[in-house]
C-alpha cells in the first residue's frame, strides 16, 4: 500500500465582465496511463525545503518556538484556520501555493523559499461554517492571474474571482446559505471547466431537488455560466446528494473525479459522474472522522482529516476502485502529527500542499495554523484483492 508522509443552474445569478484584470459500495473507473510527476529536489538547507521521506526514528521532532516551526514540511506559520488551498504550477522542485483564511477571507501567497506575503483580501462572513472555504486558479491563470474562490456572504454562498491585490467579483450567486453546511470547494478540471461543490445549507432535502443550488456539483465556465455538455444544457447542476462537503480531487490526467462529504450518519467519498445523485459512496467511515481535502496518488486516494487529525490512505486499484482498509499516517505516530487537516491540493503526482484548521476547534501550537507539504511515498504494499 502506498503510505502519504512527511511531509476542487440556472436559477443563479451570473456576472459578466471583463476578463483582462490580469456501507461500503465499489465503482470501476478506466486505467490510467499518466506518467508520475518529476521527484522533488531538495535544497541543501534552509527553513523550508521540500521534506525527505518519512525517517523510522523516535526521535520526537523539536517543537515550535513561536512562529518557528522546524519541520521540513512546514513552509508557513502563525495563519488563521486555512481552510483553503491552491498550489501554482510547479515541477515539484519547488513549491509555491495560495493559502485561504476561512474567517478572515484572507489569501496569503507562500512558498519553500519561506515567502508568505498577502495576495488578496476577501470580504466573507464565517459563521455557520462559512467564509472563505475554496480556492483554485484559473485555467489561464499564467496568462491573466485569475483565482477563483468559494465564500460567504451576508445573503448567500457564491463564486467569485479575483487578481492578486484587486477586488473580488462576482461569477455564481444565489447559492443557499443557512445556519450551517454552508463551506463549499472548488476543482479547476482538466477540460477547462469549474466544479463547484456547495453545502445543504442545512436543509437535507435540498439536496436531491433539481432546482436548488444547495447540496449540489455544479459544473460552470469562467463567466459562471453553465459549462458545455453539462447533463441539461441551461443547468450548472452535474450531480446532487452533497451536504457538507469537504474538498474535491481528480486523477493527474483528469480521467476520474472525487468529492468527500459529511453526513449526519457517516462521512464518505464518492466518484464524481455527470448526471448522477451521489447515493453510492466507495468508502464510508461510520466514526465521521471529518474527511476534507483529497488527493489521487493513482493507486492511492489520501484523504485528510479535521477531526481525527489525520490522511486516510485508500489503496486503489487499476480501474480506480477501493481495494482495502484506508491506512492512516500523518497521525503523530505514523509520520509527524499536524493536528487537524482540512483542505489538499496536487501539485505533482507526488506533492501536495494541505492546510492545518488547529485555530478552529483543534488543540493549535506556537506555529499553527501551517502550511504543509505532503510527499508521496511508493507502493510498499497492497491492499485486499
Not at 464565517?126 to 483565482?147: C, H, I, K, M, N
Not at 466518484?271 to 474527511?291: F, Y
Not at 483543534?362 to 510498499?380: K, N
Request: net charge negative; charged share 20%.
Amino acid at each position: 500500500m502506498t503510505v502519504v508522509a512527511c511531509a476542487a443552474l440556472g436559477l443563479a445569478g451570473c456576472a459578466e465582465f471583463d476578463d483582462s484584470t490580469a456501507a461500503t459500495d465499489w465503482h470501476a473507473a478506466p486505467e490510467l496511463t499518466a506518467e508520475a510527476g518529476p521527484q522533488p529536489q531538495l535544497p541543501e538547507a534552509g527553513p523550508n525545503v521540500i521534506p525527505d521521506p518519512p525517517s523510522t526514528s523516535t526521535t520526537p521532532m523539536r517543537p515550535p518556538e513561536g512562529c518557528t516551526d522546524f519541520d521540513k514540511a512546514v513552509i508557513a506559520t502563525c495563519l488563521d484556520t486555512v481552510s483553503a488551498v491552491a498550489a501554482l504550477p510547479s515541477d515539484g522542485s519547488s513549491v509555491t501555493a495560495l493559502a485561504g483564511e476561512r474567517r478572515s477571507g484572507r489569501v496569503f501567497l507562500v512558498n519553500t523559499d519561506g515567502e508568505e506575503r498577502e495576495f488578496a483580501a476577501l470580504d466573507v462572513q464565517a459563521a455557520g461554517d462559512g467564509g472563505l472555504t475554496g480556492l483554485a486558479l484559473s485555467p489561464t491563470y499564467a496568462e491573466d492571474g485569475l483565482v477563483f474562490a468559494y465564500v460567504t456572504t451576508s445573503t448567500d454562498n457564491r463564486v467569485v474571482r479575483f487578481a492578486e491585490g484587486q477586488s473580488a467579483k462576482p461569477v455564481l450567486t444565489g447559492i443557499p446559505k443557512g445556519p450551517k453546511n454552508n463551506g463549499g470547494a472548488l476543482l479547476a478540471t482538466a477540460d477547462g471547466s469549474l466544479l463547484v461543490a456547495t453545502g445543504d445549507a442545512g436543509n437535507p432535502r435540498a439536496a436531491a431537488d433539481r432546482t436548488s443550488l444547495a447540496g449540489k456539483i455544479l459544473r460552470i465556465d469562467a463567466s459562471g455560466r453553465p459549462a458545455e455538455d453539462n447533463p441539461e444544457a441551461d443547468s450548472a447542476v452535474y450531480a446532487s446528494g452533497l451536504h457538507s462537503p469537504g474538498g474535491m480531487c481528480q486523477a493527474m490526467d483528469g480521467s476520474r473525479l472525487w468529492v468527500t462529504d459529511r453526513t449526519e450518519r457517516h462521512d464518505a467519498v464518492y466518484r464524481i459522474e455527470a448526471g448522477e445523485e451521489l447515493t453510492s459512496p466507495v468508502w464510508t467511515w461510520k466514526d465521521k472522522p471529518g474527511v476534507s481535502g483529497c488527493s489521487d496518488w493513482t493507486d492511492t486516494l489520501a484523504v485528510s482529516t479535521e477531526e481525527a487529525g489525520n490522511i486516510q490512505n485508500l489503496p486503489l486499484t487499476a480501474e480506480g476502485s477501493v481495494s482495502g482498509d484506508p491506512q492512516t499516517t500523518l497521525d503523530g505516530r505514523n509520520g509527524p502529527g499536524y493536528g487537524r487537516i482540512g483542505s489538499l491540493d496536487q501539485v505533482t503526482q507526488d506533492v501536495a500542499v494541505a492546510g492545518t484548521v488547529n485555530k478552529d476547534g483543534g488543540d493549535p501550537v506556537s506555529s499553527d495554523d501551517r502550511v504543509v507539504l505532503i510527499v508521496r511515498q511508493p507502493a510498499s504494499g497492497s491492499g485486499r484483492d
